[in-house]
């Protein structure tokens, strides 16, 4: 399924401004995604992180600069073509935020079914597809059931397997474990890790840095609509005073039993060396 | 001044209903406030003395008769507004029980004497008496002149309706198709014996109740009817009924109730035109007034009055109870802040919603066939429904249609609640007039359509869930576009929906006491605005998130059915019976 390309990187994108009505989301902003990779976009409310996942996902185009997909660069015109379009969207999946977005059909069946219809898939191949994600993801009893019935942590699922059953080769999550209670936390976690590999690119937004360790290889943080630091998790959430800047932590300040207020950065450092 | 069927054109019954109705839901509205007092006892007795008091025909000058209405008292002791109630019960059983009044003209009848009659008289009573001590003697004359004033407006209000109609509505020679006397005539015939005879009566009446319950039970006059007991009303009232048969102290009836063949008999003629100023009536009856005369015919008659006087009674107690049930519905929303109740509606929208989706899970008759056959077996029904023109067709068609929802797990409460109320009350409202225009058959065919075609498409939605009824929209060739759109919509209603409880539930969590007016209007405002940006953006973010998975503009569904041996029979039984209720019905 996976294309080989030779490039290194899926995604480069070069020196992006993008602004909603006059606010600048994305201000100048440049880096490189390596392939086989996960990644994880850090950055608090407002830094721009959901704006770039929907550029990467050729939702909205950059107003300056510029982003290659493989090499190709990611234009208005190119999705003109039917030809183009499909190939992206089926290598390209973006889970929303929101699964109120993610799901608009009237049940998890037409839900899960909707990328490879409209992808142009054949009929039985779409429904081979459906029940083995259906499965994989441990859902197969809701086929049936309207999606305003299920709890989030449900609707979280069904949200991933509508996309997941295209076996994208990129896969764009933004913030995939927002709301959800810590069983269905845990349990998104693992289904990410077990799907990574095999080529696979997934790209993760978040401001939990309890997770950034569990889900990426490499991380960026991103604040006011730039990139304001890179690097392996460890060493990204060793900079106390980055994620500061970046209004990732906050100081915690706590009473001794000494009577001495103390305080300092809180962090969950999940380090096990 | 009991205006009958005939009088008045159909377009002037319709705007004195019209005119009525905020009058009667008002009246409900407040009558609930009162409803843990004696509100409920003090409405019958009223509302039965004032039909009691009807009775009491007098003559008056030029042959005619005349009554009391018992309106000025009502007003002073119920108030205005359960005055309105207890007087328009009174006029309602007179229509349709014994025909005095004609049942078109409930409307205008229930306006002049129930509203302008306890308007005028609680406004009259209050300004003059309003600081006297309840055993003032003020009272007294403020009664008897609220009284007076009261029934002469209202028989000012009654001739103005009757003396407009020649002037409006005329067949192609010129004759009057309804009331056939001017304003020039209708008014001063009328008030003539009003402002004397009648409005002297009104003026005794309650002059004397008023001086009565000073004495026997002043507590009514003092608004709080906490501790009055109702007994010795309820006395006066049986002495009142017995008396009845002495009440007819004047024979011929009274000005402007004439029946159609008043209109042919020389006798009556002549003394009709003594009573209008020597004027004669037409020598045909006018067409519009002999067609809507036939349109009642009353189940009782005045003839032995004892017993239609305790008739009377006691139908006016079981309709007062009614309208305390029905008052009673009112207090859920009466007591609610605008909070309050979006919030209950709401609630119940989602409630309604869930459990309708529990209905079509669960098993049952229907639930198992093929939504495809399900859409198209009543489709054919609905279609032979609307074309049928024979109601025993009709009916048919809705005892299967009831039978099949019993058989599918449908209470016959949830069609009422959900299906067949709703339904009435909406046609209930174009049918009304229908009534008066083309005549009650025609109605019950509109009703009965309308009904039988609801509990079909109800059966379909109950027994369905909404996505499969969608499906087979699409595999019966209906466009994708347009079954992509229907599902969106009830898919997103409830987002919006939670959206708007969420809202709601923040805004009473950090509200106290109620809410202004004002305040309620600016506070539905800005919900909507916000719930309207919110839609706007919920609809932008879920267009890319379409494009996001592959849509290009042009949408498909897929459907997934396969009709099975039982299916076709089903098909078949819905085509044969469609086919068979079209050719018995045309």
């Known amino acids: 399924m996976v294309g080989i390309v030779s490039q290194a990187f899926v995604f480069e994108v070069r020196n992006v401004t993008y602004r909603y009505e006059s606010v600048a989301a994305l201000d100048g902003i440049s880096l490189s995604i390596e392939r086989g990779k996960r990644i994880a976009l850090l950055g608090a409310n407002g830094s721009g992180k959901s704006t770039l996942l929907r550029l990467l996902n050729a939702l909205h185009f950059p107003e300056s600069g510029g982003i290659a997909f493989n090499g190709q660069p990611l234009a208005r015109d190119a999705f003109d073509q039917d030809a183009f379009a499909f190939a992206f969207r089926s290598r390209v999946g973006l889970v929303f935020q929101s699964p109120e977005v993610q799901l608009f059909n009237p049940t998890v069946f037409d839900e899960v079914a909707f990328a490879p219809l409209h992808l142009g898939w054949p009929r039985t191949r779409i429904e081979a597809a459906v029940a083995e994600i259906l499965g994989k993801m441990e859902i197969a009893h809701l086929r049936d059931r309207p999606p305003h019935r299920l709890s989030g942590g449900e609707k979280k699922r069904v949200a991933l397997a509508s996309v997941l059953v295209m076996n994208p080769e990129v896969l764009l999550l933004d913030e995939p474990t927002a709301g959800l209670d810590p069983r269905s936390e845990s349990q998104i976690i693992d289904m990410l890790m077990s799907w990574g590999g095999d080529g696979r690119t997934v790209i993760t937004t978040t401001h939990d840095l309890g997770l950034v360790e569990d889900i990426a290889d490499y991380c960026f943080v991103l604040q006011a609509g730039k990139v304001a630091a890179e690097g392996l998790p460890g060493e990204v959430l060793r900079d106390v005073a980055l994620l500061e ?7 915690h300040r706590h009473r001794h039993a000494s009577g001495v207020i103390h305080s300092h950065p809180h962090t969950h450092p999940h380090r096990h060396d | 001044m009991h205006i009958p069927d005939g009088y008045l054109s159909p377009a002037t019954c319709a705007t004195l209903y019209t005119g009525v109705v905020p009058f009667w839901w008002g009246a409900l509205r407040r009558v609930r406030r009162g409803l843990h007092t004696q509100m409920v006892p003090l409405l019958s007795v009223f509302a039965a003395f004032s039909f009691i008091i009807m009775m009491f025909n007098l003559p008056l000058p030029g042959g005619t008769t005349g009554h009391a209405v018992g309106v000025g008292i009502a007003a002073i002791v119920l108030g205005p507004w359960a005055s309105i109630l207890a007087i328009s019960v009174a006029l309602m059983i007179q229509a349709i029980f014994f025909g005095d009044g004609g049942i078109t003209a409930i409307g205008a009848n229930c306006f002049n004497m129930g509203v302008i009659g306890s308007l005028v008289a609680y406004t009259t009573y209050e300004l003059i008496s309003r600081d006297a001590p309840v055993e003032s003697p003020r009272r007294v004359w403020a009664a008897g002149l609220a009284g007076y004033l009261a029934i002469n407006f209202s028989a000012l209000a009654a001739a103005i309706e009757l003396g407009i109609q020649p002037q409006l509505y005329r067949d192609a020679t010129g004759a009057a198709l309804y009331a056939p006397y001017p304003l020039s005539i209708a008014i001063p015939a009328m008030m003539a014996g009003h402002l004397t005879v009648a409005g002297i009566a009104e003026t005794v009446v309650s002059a004397g109740v008023v001086a009565y319950l000073q004495k026997s039970q002043p507590s009514l006059l003092r608004g709080a009817a906490g501790g009055a007991t109702t007994k010795p009303l309820w006395l006066v009232l049986m002495i009142l009924a017995i008396l009845t048969p002495f009440g007819v102290l004047a024979m011929g009836s009274a000005w402007g109730e004439w029946s159609a063949g008043d209109f042919l008999h020389p006798e009556t003629r002549r003394q009709i035109a003594a009573a209008s100023g020597g004027n004669e009536l037409p020598a045909q009856v006018p067409a519009g007034l002999q067609r809507l005369a036939r349109l009642w015919t009353a189940p009782l008659r005045y003839s032995s009055q004892v017993p239609a006087a305790i008739v009377g009674m006691v139908l006016i107690i079981g309709a007062c109870w009614c309208i305390v049930l029905l008052a009673r519905r009112i207090r859920v929303r009466r007591n609610m802040s605008f909070v309050e109740r979006t919030l209950t509606s709401l609630m119940r929208a989602s409630e309604y919603a869930a459990s309708a989706e529990h209905v079509t899970e669960s098993r049952g008759l229907f639930q198992k066939i093929d939504p495809r056959v399900k859409v198209a077996g009543l489709l054919l029904l609905i279609v032979a429904v609307a074309a049928a023109r024979e109601l025993r067709v009709i009916g048919g068609i809705f005892l299967f249609a009831l039978a099949m929802a019993l058989l599918s ?26 009534i008066l225009v083309t005549g009650p058959r025609s109605a019950a065919f509109l009703v009965g359509r309308a009904e039988t075609a609801a509990t079909l498409v109800g059966l379909l939605v109950l027994t369905t869930p909404w996505a499969w009824v969608l499906k087979s929209l699409r595999s019966l060739r209906c466009p994708a576009v347009f079954v992509a759109i229907l599902g969106m919509t009830y898919r997103y209603i409830f987002e919006i929906m939670r959206t708007a409880l969420d809202m709601l539930e923040a805004r009473r969590s950090r509200t106290v006491g109620t809410l202004t007016p004002l305040e309620s209007r600016r506070l539905a405002a800005s919900t909507v605005g916000v719930l309207l940006n919110k839609s706007f953006q919920l609809s932008g973010d879920v267009h890319l998130a379409m494009q996001s998975r592959g849509f290009r503009g042009e949408i498909h569904v897929l459907s997934e059915f396969r009709a099975r041996t039982v299916d076709w ?10 086919g068979g209720a079209l050719w018995w019905g045309s």
């Open chain 2, 409 to 434: 797990g449908i209470s016959l409460r949830k069609l009422a609640a959900w299906v067949w109320m709703p339904v009435l009350l909406f046609t209930g409202l174009i049918a009304a007039p229908a």
């Open chain 1, 245 to 251: 800047r970046a209004n990732l932590i906050h100081a």
């Open chain 2, 569 to 578: 029979c089903w098909l078949g039984l819905f085509v044969a019976l469609a």
